[in-house]
């Protein structure tokens, strides 16, 4: 996943803020980690590089 695009992403469950949780990363690319909500709690993996928000 682009480090660009994470400023476009809400929760899809509240729309709320992300924080983020950074496992695994090179330059541009986070590889794994995940997001957290700040308003609803509920946390969403990066896998392989693809956020998997359902």
């Known amino acids: 996943m ?3 695009y ?4 809400c929760c ?3 729309h709320g803020e992300f924080e983020l949780k950074i496992e695994k990363e090179n330059e ?3 590889i794994d ?3 957290i909500c700040k308003k609803c709690g509920k946390e969403y993996e ?3 590089g693809i ?3 359902m």
């Open 2 to 4: 682009k480090k660009e």
């Open 6 to 9: 994470i400023s476009i992403l």
């Open 12 to 14: 899809p469950y509240c």
């Open 28 to 30: 541009n690319e986070i």
């Open 33 to 35: 980690g995940k997001f």
């Open 46 to 48: 990066i896998k392989e």
């Open 51 to 53: 956020p998997v928000l």
